[in-house]
């Protein structure tokens, strides 16, 4: 039996060695880029199918010369050497050449079964490697539709979990590729020098490109985390809240016929509220900021310019309702 396909990884190692370095470039990618990541990984897999469908007829030709190793055809000769030797109707090395034969016979059977071995085991190599590619390429995939913090805050969040759930497969992920180790670590027995080097890159380079794809999804994360969307909408109600609560205090109605005691309590108090208005305005000057920040970032409506105008509204309509009161 001549060395079949399984013993020659090289020729899937130009497809994997375009992934290794698109690998490299993933976190600098855009979107032609990881659409040139996809298809580099669509052509490992063809290369794959063909490499499984030369494996399998690789094993189908080993079955049959092994089919043809009939155990009871040497067996029939040894018995009939051993006849001849015994009836002395032989020429007496018959029985030598017979255990010759059946020598030759477990060699050939059992190279023939260490071939079938080898093949089958770089093909279950060949299966398992193919299915990680496939796994990373759907999680390639979500990976691409999440790059983006264009949208409503709906869709942020929706991005923002699809990337938790990418990180919460890295559990996942090291069982895979422990199982694909194991089973190159099999496959490796039947390659030359050249062919276990080729194995090992690539290991190397599934094992880069899953640990590319944790590195793309954690800055994803790390950056949807600081559009801080529950941080702004938190300070903008607390500060809705507490103007409500000023504008009620300074519009109740003030006690009949107030004495000067009265009078100079109230205005004590609104001049405090003053003094608190003018530190809220910080508050408010930075959620305006932080507004016109989210608004690049998303292009959401509710951080225009109307949006981020309204609080500053209410805010110079309480603080000259104060004023009056205070002058009053």
């Known amino acids: 039996h001549t060395q079949s396909s399984h013993n020659n990884p090289h020729s899937i190692h130009t497809h994997y060695q375009i992934q290794k370095e698109a690998g490299k470039l993933q976190l600098h990618l855009t979107k032609v880029g990881a659409a040139q990541v996809q298809e580099s990984l669509s052509s490992c897999q063809e290369e794959w199918k063909r490499y499984q469908d030369s494996c399998s ?8 010369s092994i089919g043809l190793l009939k155990k009871e055809s040497i067996e029939r000769v040894c018995q009939e050497a051993q006849a001849l030797s015994e009836s002395g109707r032989g020429s007496g090395g018959e029985v030598r050449v017979a255990g010759q034969l059946q020598m030759e016979y477990q060699a050939l059977l059992k190279a023939a079964r260490e071939s079938l071995r080898g093949c089958q085991e770089s093909q ?27 949208g409503t805050k709906e869709q942020l969040e929706q991005r923002l979990e699809t990337v938790q759930d990418i990180l919460l497969l890295k559990g996942e992920g090291e069982v895979k590729l422990n199982m694909v180790m194991g089973k190159a670590e099999l496959a490796l027995r039947s390659y030359g020098v050249s062919g276990q080097e080729v194995v090992r890159s690539q290991l190397q380079e599934v094992e880069d490109a899953w640990a590319t794809l944790l590195v793309t999804a954690m800055s994803c994360h790390r950056y949807h985390n600081m559009l801080h969307w529950g941080g702004y909408l938190k300070s903008a109600a607390q500060l809705r809240s507490w103007m409500e609560a000023v504008k009620r205090e300074v519009c109740a109605p003030l006690p009949p016929q107030p004495g000067p005691r009265e009078k100079a309590s109230q205005l004590e108090r609104l001049r405090a509220l003053m003094t608190d208005l003018e530190d809220h305005q910080m508050a408010l000057s930075s959620l305006e900021e932080k507004a016109r920040e989210l608004f690049k970032k998303t292009d959401d409506a509710s951080f225009n310019h109307g949006a981020r105008t ?12 104060v004023e009056v009161n205070t002058t009053s």
Not at 310 to 321: C, G, I, M, R
């Open 310 to 321: 309204q609080l500053q509204v209410q805010f110079d309509h309480l603080t000259a309702l």
């Open 124 to 150: 279950a190599f060949g299966d398992t490697l193919q299915g990680v590619w496939a796994w990373l390429e759907e999680i390639q995939e979500k990976l691409g539709t999440v790059d983006s913090t264009i």
């Open 57 to 64: 007829q690789s094993q189908q030709d080993l079955q049959e």
